[in-house]
């Protein structure tokens, strides 16, 4: 009886020591690859567009042996065609990072396999923005979590806390947003859901009074980098209601089932592009006018020479 409680308890300091070994490893890891991904982010994020560019810097980071406490930095970096007008200052984010192989949050959400990290970020409240955090009643208005694997592939939700804005009689009522998504590094392929329930305007007191309602907004993205070059798959955004009042001209104006698509697929020399319009009925005052659609197709486009025609369109953008 003794020999058998002696070897369980060797295997329970064995597998204890094997996940400290491997938490302590998959820190270090998380540790020595940030500088390079935060690279590499930068980069890409200088080029978005000649007016400005976008920089996350690291604040702090301090690794402990199951988690690390980080702080980042969102500023503009302006240049000589930048606007005067532009913000100065930075967001700033708060990240929480579980080290795997098996970080906790990941595991209460039911994710078994090892994971590399689970990041639970969150917009920090800083002088810059507390007008924003009193608008959504001091929650913060952007949450994020991210499980990643040790392949690359990251799996996250995000949510956009409701916002109240009244000014002058006049108001916006956003509802908030929440959004699911997938990136596979490897692929450079995405995959992204975002939903809004409810956005309604009341512009009723302002000089040119007007009203508008917007419920179900779901954008979709389905994507991944092509052999040209260029993202191919699909996107599409559908509103489910759309009501517009004009009071001072009584009109009513009420559109159901909006939406638009895109696809973009590609064969071993060509691109094709499908885009799509579709709308439900449409009212004016009570009175249906029907539906329509319109579908434009190009297809056959030669795949090297629209990666040329955007790369030269991004380079003169640039300069």
């Avoid at 007191?205 to 040209?228: E, Q, Y």
């Avoid at 517009?244 to 559109?255: G, R, Y």
Wanted: glycine share 8%; proline share 4%; hydrophobic share 40%.
């Amino acid at each position: 009886m003794k020999k058998s409680v002696a070897i369980t308890l060797a295997v329970v300091i064995v597998g204890a020591g094997s996940w400290v070994g491997a938490t302590w490893y998959t820190g270090k890891r998380i540790e020595e690859d940030s500088q390079r991904y935060l690279a590499q982010a930068n980069e890409k994020l200088a080029k978005l567009t000649p007016l400005f560019g976008l920089r996350i810097d690291q604040l702090k980071y301090e690794r402990s042996l199951f988690s690390t406490q980080a702080r980042y930095g969102l500023s503009f970096v302006k240049n000589d065609k930048s606007p005067d007008h532009m913000p100065d200052g930075m967001l700033e984010f708060d990240a929480q990072i579980e080290h795997g192989p098996f970080p906790k949050s990941a595991l209460a959400r039911g994710a078994i396999a090892p994971k590399l990290a689970f990041v639970h970020t969150e917009m920090a409240k800083t002088d810059n923005v507390k007008p924003v955090f009193e608008l959504t009643k001091d929650v913060s208005p952007l949450v994020t979590d991210a499980m990643v694997s040790f392949g690359g592939s990251t799996a996250s939700t995000a949510r956009i806390a409701p916002v109240k804005v009244t000014h002058e009689g006049n108001s916006v009522d956003f509802s908030g947003m929440e959004i699911t998504g997938t990136f596979d590094r490897g692929l450079q392929a995405i995959t992204a859901n975002a939903k809004t329930d409810t956005l309604p305007v009341d512009g009723t007191k302002s000089s040119d009074p007007i009203k508008m309602a917007m419920s179900g907004l779901t954008m979709d993205v389905d994507s991944r980098m092509g052999k040209f070059g260029l993202s191919v798959g699909d996107s599409a955004i559908k509103i489910k209601r759309i009501d517009v009042t004009k009071p001072d001209v009584d009109v009513k104006v009420a559109l159901d089932n909006f939406g638009y698509t895109v696809k973009l697929s590609e064969d071993d020399k060509n691109i094709n592009i499908q885009a799509a319009y579709q709308t439900g009925e449409l009212n004016v005052n009570d009175v249906a006018l029907g539906n329509g659609q319109a579908v434009i197709k190009l297809a056959r486009l030669d795949g090297a020479a629209i990666k040329q025609l955007s790369d030269t369109y991004n380079q003169l953008m640039r300069q």
